[in-house]
């Protein structure tokens, strides 16, 4: 009975202990999805920049 309750006492830590290896993960993956989202806009704007020189150009 003591065993069990030492397991379960050991298994409740190691679950809080890897809980911040979880929020770090967590917060890591939202970083590189706002950073794949900036390029994105980035690459839209640059897009749309040079459709507008395009078309600028094309009317001449």
Same mark, same amino acid.
């Given at each position: 009975? %003591?065993? =069990? ?5 050991? #298994?409740?830590? $190691? ?7 979880? &929020?770090?993960?967590?917060? %890591?993956? =939202? ?5 794949? #989202?900036?390029? $994105? ?7 749309? &920049? ?7 150009c094309?009317?001449?």
């Amino acid at each position: 009975m %003591l065993k =069990q309750g030492f397991r379960q006492m050991f #298994l409740g830590m $190691e679950q809080v202990s890897s809980l911040p290896r979880l &929020l770090n993960l967590h917060r %890591l993956l =939202q970083q590189k999805e706002s950073n794949q #989202l900036k390029k $994105e806009n980035k690459m839209k704007k640059i897009l749309y &920049l040079l459709m507008h020189v395009f078309v600028r150009c094309w009317g001449c």
